[in-house]
């Protein structure tokens, strides 16, 4: 009789960022043009990597995969987010809501297991110079390229449909501007404690294993660089990991800092413009650090526009 009595959500309010009414134009502006820059940047390494044969390197594979899932990453929730700015009522279907939740696991994941593949390229580019095209093969690099696709995939899917089977009841606000799975258990009249189980087993094995693995391999890379000790090898180190490094700690360093570091005031305040660091700001700030960074993404980019302009 308890659950004949309670109606069943069919959307949800997403209460988005905390922008004050008369700033809102300026933000919608800025959010704005940092997608337009995110798109634009990711795609256009992509088109490089395809485009310059120099850059058919396992790499720079594992780049473009990079490059698109993170093109792909902020597209999950800018839209909502700039739609939801411009509309009355900042509402969300209860599919697309899952649908969205399904896709930003995907490719947050999915980034993270593509760091851990560009980590193990690089100590293997380190740690045995003479054997690195051997092992890294062609056959390696789509095999651990398809790996990360294919567990990303299982894992969003298995905390989509525990999700699926949950009820929402009379509470349909969402204090975040996408639909993120802590704040969707928070609002469910079920019994959550199956999916906070998954959360905490299968959700920090692939959260925590990712970042222990790229810590042995820089740790590793660490020691044979002091092995032997020259100016030139640490600046060809530095040269080659830098990019990476600078990669992985903007990720980590603001997944860390809103889900290890939780603030006891205004935390959900705090979540939801830290979220923003890692879904917005840490996509459209790589392709700038691998390309103002990177010796060969300029070259590529030279050669491109300049082959373009002689054809023409």
């Given at each position: 009789?308890?659950?004949?009595?309670?109606?069943?959500?069919?959307?949800?309010?997403?209460?988005g960022l905390p922008i004050e009414p008369d700033q809102r134009d300026l933000?919608?502006?800025?959010?704005?043009?940092?997608?337009?820059?995110?798109?634009?940047?990711?795609?256009?390494?992509?088109?490089?990597?395809?485009?310059?044969?120099?850059?058919?390197?396992?790499?720079?594979?594992?780049?473009?995969?990079?490059?698109?899932?993170?093109?792909?990453?902020?597209?999950?929730?800018m839209p909502e987010l700039l739609q939801n700015m411009q509309s009355q009522?900042?509402?969300?279907?209860?599919?697309?809501?899952?649908?969205?939740?399904?896709?930003?696991?995907?490719?947050?994941?999915?980034?993270?297991?593509?760091?851990?593949?560009?980590?193990?390229?690089?100590?293997?580019?380190?740690?045995f110079p003479l054997h690195y095209t051997t092992i890294m093969s062609p056959?390696?690099?789509?095999?651990?390229?398809?790996?990360?696709?294919?567990?990303?995939?299982?894992?969003?899917?298995?905390?989509?449909?525990?999700?699926?089977?949950?009820?929402?009841?009379?509470?349909?606000?969402?204090?975040?501007?996408?639909?993120?799975?802590?704040?969707?258990?928070?609002?469910?009249?079920?019994?959550?404690?199956?999916?906070?189980?998954?959360?905490?087993?299968?959700?920090?094995?692939?959260?925590?294993?990712?970042?222990?693995?790229?810590?042995?391999?820089?740790?590793?890379?660490?020691?044979?660089?002091?092995?032997?000790?020259?100016?030139?090898?640490?600046?060809?180190?530095?040269?080659?990991?830098?990019?990476?490094?600078?990669?992985?700690?903007?990720?980590?360093?603001?997944?860390?800092?809103?889900?290890?570091?939780?603030?006891?005031?205004?935390?959900?305040?705090?979540?939801?413009?830290?979220?923003?660091?890692?879904?917005?700001?840490?996509?459209?700030?790589?392709?700038?650090?691998?390309?103002?960074?990177?010796?060969?993404?300029?070259?590529?980019?030279?050669?491109?526009?300049?082959?373009?302009?002689?054809?023409?």
């Open positions: 009789m308890k659950m004949e009595n309670q109606s069943i959500v069919s959307e949800f309010l997403l209460l933000f919608y502006a800025l959010f704005l043009a940092m997608y337009l820059t995110t798109v634009l940047g990711n795609l256009l390494i992509i088109l490089l990597i395809h485009l310059d044969s120099h850059l058919h390197t396992p790499m720079y594979f594992f780049l473009s995969n990079l490059s698109f899932s993170d093109f792909c990453f902020s597209s999950v929730t009522v900042p509402s969300i279907p209860y599919a697309a809501c899952l649908t969205q939740m399904y896709f930003f696991l995907f490719f947050a994941d999915l980034e993270s297991f593509l760091l851990v593949a560009m980590s193990y390229d690089r100590y293997v580019a380190i740690c056959k390696l690099c789509f095999s651990l390229g398809a790996l990360s696709w294919v567990l990303t995939t299982f894992y969003s899917l298995l905390h989509t449909l525990l999700m699926a089977r949950l009820c929402f009841c009379a509470d349909n606000v969402i204090p975040h501007f996408f639909c993120d799975i802590s704040a969707l258990l928070k609002l469910s009249c079920s019994d959550t404690r199956v999916n906070e189980l998954v959360i905490f087993t299968i959700g920090g094995l692939t959260g925590v294993i990712p970042f222990l693995l790229i810590i042995t391999s820089y740790a590793r890379i660490l020691s044979s660089i002091l092995k032997v000790p020259s100016s030139g090898g640490i600046r060809k180190a530095f040269s080659t990991c830098g990019s990476h490094l600078s990669v992985v700690s903007l990720f980590y360093g603001t997944v860390i800092a809103v889900y290890l570091c939780p603030s006891a005031n205004n935390s959900t305040v705090k979540e939801t413009v830290m979220s923003m660091m890692y879904t917005v700001v840490t996509p459209m700030l790589n392709p700038f650090i691998y390309s103002l960074r990177n010796r060969d993404m300029k070259g590529a980019l030279g050669r491109v526009f300049c082959k373009k302009i002689f054809v023409c």
